[in-house]
């Protein structure tokens, strides 16, 4: 009895005087944006954290010291987005269609901040963190202003200019291709495109997205109570991107900008819902897992192709599931199981698994090469394209464009990667590489957030680079200062000796005279 009072008392020490009480908010429509930062935040709570996580997708299951608040969207956003899916799937230009994207998240987002529950929580709660998922949201920072702690910034994705000015990380154009670009492209002309590249995103793109931004944050944190937008992204203690070198390749990063890519694979999956278990387990042929993520749907397929797909289905003796966003498929086969929403990682994780037909969003690539399954790449847009390559590259993928899409054309590609073993054995190697870290994602993540709270921000990692503008950090003023001194003593030389020349002319002269 005795014994059993004073552990639960040392429980309750020790987990009081580590835990912190943390904000997480991720207004993304995007839910696998959202999801790897939902993963690391249950990871805290399980570690004593109390977690508060507000976005549009709560958990399923209920999780210790773990609040959800759900923000509602409007029905008009949600058409939009709807919208924009169906585009995006059909491969529209998804960059065309980035304004209208940024402002229905910046109302969504807006809308949260002047949210009544979100007033009262500002007015009533304290917090120890402010994590604050990126979704073009850099005016959710006024928050941790409010609330005198600091913030972390988490990212799904690659490495962009919005996150590498957070911290004052170099986007090094002259070797780091930018997301749009792949490694083998950066030859001479390669690097030239790079650098416009590069310059159009920081100067045009950036700037005007930061323009949009900051008229939000100082709506919700006026000037005269908050610290400034521009002061409030400097502040930022630590950047978290869901990349990895193994899969993005080698870039330099500081030491507050850190890669936890794979965040969402689990060091041991979860067990699968019941019918997935069963369809995945009798699978004696194996098994093949279609997704094209959750921001593009495949029920935007188009009409052809969806059919041209379902008919190379029914012929395969392997079994499919397939993510489905509705209740119906007409003409499903047999042999295809549909749903509207997978634990994508725990089935990539089934030995019977054999083939991911992807559409090589980042997250997905990174599932499957961690679990060491070949992919067949219908890449669609955005930086899918480029993933995609990437994988062809590596050796463990082939490349089918939607608009190539026929009988034949799939059903080599599904052929190629089934039959020939060549594909398991690179990616089972790059697998090998992709988890070989001093430690796995998930607690390189726990570890730099505890590490920002227990030393308090950790404001000696903040790089004074960070605090340069754009001339200072490249030494363009240094460099056009070197120019100018050197200009000025070649223009003083010069004068002198033109004065010495001209002297000793005249003098050379007037001796002529005399003689
Ligand atoms: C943010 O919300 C407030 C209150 O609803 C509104 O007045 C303001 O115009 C919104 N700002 C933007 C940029 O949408
Ligand atoms: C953020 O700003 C506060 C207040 O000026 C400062 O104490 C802290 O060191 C800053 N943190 C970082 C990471 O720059």
Redesign the pocket.
């Known amino acids: 009895m005795t014994l059993k009072f004073f552990i639960v008392l040392l429980i309750f020490a020790t987990s009081s005087s580590e835990s912190s009480k943390v904000l997480c908010i991720h207004t993304s429509f995007a839910k696998s944006h959202v999801m790897p930062m939902q993963l690391l935040a249950k990871e805290l709570a399980n570690r004593g954290h109390e977690i508060t996580f507000i976005s549009p997708f709560p958990l399923s299951e209920k999780v210790n010291n773990y609040r959800d608040v759900k923000i509602e969207i409007s029905d008009r956003d949600a058409q939009l987005f709807e919208e924009l899916s169906k585009k995006f799937t059909a491969g529209a230009n998804i960059f065309k269609f980035a304004i209208e994207l940024m402002n229905s998240l910046h109302r969504v987002s807006n809308d949260t901040l002047q949210s009544s529950w979100m007033r009262e929580m500002m007015a009533t709660e304290n917090f120890d963190l402010v994590l604050s998922g990126y979704s073009m949201s850099e005016y959710q920072l006024g928050l941790a202003d409010h609330f005198k702690c600091?913030s972390i910034v988490f990212w799904s994705g690659h490495v962009i200019s919005s996150l590498t000015k957070m911290v004052g990380n170099p986007l090094s154009p002259e070797a780091v291709p930018n997301p749009m670009m792949s490694r083998k492209e950066m030859s001479f002309i390669g690097r030239v495109k790079n650098l416009l590249l590069n310059g159009l995103d920081l100067f045009v793109i950036r700037s005007y997205f930061n323009y949009r931004s900051k008229i939000i944050y100082d709506y919700n944190f006026p000037p005269d109570r908050y610290?400034s937008y521009d002061?409030m992204i400097?502040?930022?203690?630590l950047v978290l991107v869901n990349t990895h070198f193994t899969s993005s390749g080698p870039r330099p990063l500081l030491p507050?900008l850190v890669e936890v890519g794979g965040l969402q694979v689990k060091p041991n999956p979860a067990p699968l819902p019941e019918d997935l278990k069963t369809f995945l387990d009798d699978a004696k042929d194996g098994a093949i897992l279609f997704s094209f993520g959750s921001n593009a749907k495949s029920i935007y397929i188009p009409e052809d192709k969806q059919k041209i797909i379902l008919k190379v289905f029914s012929k395969l003796k392997q079994r499919v599931i397939m993510k489905w966003e509705s209740d119906v498929l007409p003409g499903k086969p047999k042999n295809v199981l549909i749903s509207k929403w997978l634990p994508q990682d725990d089935i990539l994780a089934h030995p019977n698994i054999k083939a991911f037909i992807s559409h090589c969003g980042y997250g997905g690539v990174i599932e499957a090469k961690s679990n060491g399954v070949p992919i067949i790449g219908i890449p669609l847009g955005a930086d899918q394209k480029g993933n995609a390559d990437k994988i062809v590259e590596e050796g463990w993928a082939v490349r089918l464009d939607m608009t190539d899409i026929t009988e034949e054309s799939l059903t080599n590609a599904l052929k190629e990667i089934l039959s020939n073993p060549k594909y398991r054995d690179i990616v089972g190697k790059q697998a090998i590489l992709a988890k070989d870290r001093p430690m796995n994602a998930q607690d390189t993540a726990v570890y730099w957030v505890e590490y920002v709270l227990r030393h308090?921000?950790?404001?000696h990692?903040?790089y004074p680079g960070a605090d340069l503008n754009f001339f200072q950090a490249n030494s363009i003023d240094v460099i056009l200062f070197i120019f100018a001194v050197i200009y000025a003593a070649f223009k003083v030389i010069k004068l002198i000796c033109g004065f010495i020349f001209c002297r000793s002319k005249k003098g050379s002269n007037e001796k002529l005279k005399r003689n």
Request: cysteine-free; proline content about 14%; hydrophobic content about 20%.
């Open positions: 600091p610290r002061e400097r502040n930022v203690s507050n308090n921000g950790a404001p990692l903040h």
